[in-house]
């Protein structure tokens, strides 16, 4: 069940193998954007940087003088080549600290800026985008996936700059020292690189795996933790566990598999590498043994020997540091780079008179992109006046709520247009014509703040005595006044210390006091107690005078005032008029009334 689970996201094993072939350490150039603001910082880490090597790769030459001249009378010599040693090891402790502070800031630094860069772009996109992808992958991407580069630009990368360094000039200090040495040291090579390439490939497609699984799991508790009380409620609880269990050991076998790969690597390389230097090594001692070189510089090279094998060996396990990297900067690569189905015009219109709230919609075809097969809306006109008040009525699926969504354009219509004061929506930046609107959704969502903050969320700038206006007129006063601290109390993640009625009145609050021309109310009254709806209903009618309101509602009560009902069908508008002569139609409206009123006086 996991795996489906994980491919349902879109991780088809074709697509797996698509992206492990592309996934290459060259993607890491992708973060040089976010690296280039930087570029001083960089530098300054590269200084210390090549200070270091430098410094590492002349103790053995300090380190043959000493050797060579063991034995001469000259005492003040011997001290002059033991201080310059402790003055080369002062240095090497400077500048490996400042090039740990160095980079290790940069890797804060940048992480903390692709963080911001991805939820900057996720938060804007449309709601197609959350139909493809689940929340729980993106906010493991946004964590898991940083964390993995941080790590890579906070440390492995300077590591493996320095150890390049050290690597090369080891290398051609080793052949000044000893060419004969070196050349069979260089013998060593191919038997080296061999497995590295092989077990590397490996490697990477095995951590793009443990990171897809992982995403997974924290989608899978994701989801069940949002919807903790329903899985309680269907005692759903032992299932769920199973769920995430087999998710979560899915991920841990298949870190195994990494950790065996990787391990494996590591000991091949490390064992070919010493064990050809313990070979050359015997070849050299046999040269100093017949006069062919001297002591000191044996020893100067059999420590730029060990310094180029634990040079090769860091590199091995840091190659595999940078391959898991390149995979998480690829994962985040995609949701900086992915397509929007609804975008914002390059050249968007304004308006140039204060919006009056005119909405039509012109011959407007819509179906979901989940959904393609089943029309949404189809063919719909209408036009909503300034200041009007519109319901839409119908049975569940006719496509009332699309109204709502198009409206504040979440998603594009595949034909037909959706105007505001006669300006298309798709010629207008969102953030513009949105302003202009108050929504009151069917499911209000309540943040982990405060109730003050909650009815703030609607406008930001409002002083408290307006936040406190707009709860009177919701009927949420009063029991905002009866919490511990009032408008100050925390009212936990989702509202969970509030009732739904409590929460639907915060959101009409927020609604009332975002001030809007345009105001989209769906199913706004649908979990409030009597007393408390007929509070609400007269403040709606206070608020949406001078305004254009739209109501979808399924309690036909709550619509009879309105200036015009459309009756909705399969995604059609199938009639429009008064309560009172729709129901002298009969039709579908009469039919709906008829089950929801009591008493013929009610229904005509």
Partial sequence: ??????????????????????RKIGVLKALWPFLRPYRTMIVAALMALTLTATVSLSLPLA?????????????????????????????LALGTGVRYALVTKLGERVVADIRKAVFDRIIGMSPAFFERIMTGEVLSRITTDTTLIQSVLGSSASVAL??????????????????????????????????????????????????????ASSGNAGEALGAVQTVQAFTHETLS????AEMTETAYDVSRQRIRTRALLTMIVIFLVFSGVVGVLWIGANDVRFGGMSEGALVQFVIYAVMVAGSVAALSEIWSELQRAAGATERLVELLQAEDAVVDPVRAQTFATPVRGEISFDNVSFTYPSRPEISALDGVNL????????AFVGPSGAGKTTIIQLIQ???????????????????????????????????????AATARDNIRFGRPDASDAEVEAAARAAAAHDFIAQLPDGYDAY??????????????????????????????????????????????QAAFEDLSRDRTTIVVAHRLATVKQADRIVVMEQGRIVAVGSHDSLVAEGGLYARLARLQFTDGAAVA
């Fill in 1 to 22: 069940m996991a795996r489906r689970a994980v491919q349902t996201q879109g991780n088809t094993p074709g697509r797996n193998e698509e992206r492990a072939a592309s």
């Fill in 63 to 91: 380190v043959r003088r000493v050797v060579d001249n063991f034995r001469i009378t000259d005492a003040a010599l011997l001290n002059q080549y033991f201080a310059a040693a402790m003055v080369m090891a002062a240095l």
């Fill in 162 to 215: 320095r150890n390049l360094l050290i690597f090369a000039g080891g290398l051609v200090l080793m052949l000044l020292t000893s060419a004969k040495l070196t050349l069979l040291v260089l013998l060593i090579v191919p038997a080296v690189v061999v497995p590295i390439l092989v077990l590397g490939r490996r490697l990477r497609v095995i951590s793009k795996e443990n990171q897809d699984w992982i995403a």
């Fill in 241 to 244: 566990r199973a769920s995430f």
């Fill in 383 to 390: 036009t909503i006046k300034p200041g009007e008040t519109v």
């Fill in 409 to 447: 354009r979440f998603y594009d219509p595949q034909s037909g247009a959706v105007r505001l004061d006669g300006v298309p929506l798709t010629d207008l930046a969102r953030s513009e014509f949105r302003h202009h609107i108050a929504l009151v959704p069917q499911d209000p969502v309540i943040f």
């Fill in 491 to 536: 009212v936990g993640e989702r509202g969970v210390m509030l009732s739904g009625g409590q929460k639907q009145r915060i959101a009409i609050a927020r609604a009332i006091l975002r001030d809007a021309p345009v105001l989209l109310l769906d199913e706004a009254t649908s979990a409030l107690d009597a007393e408390s709806e007929g509070l609400v």
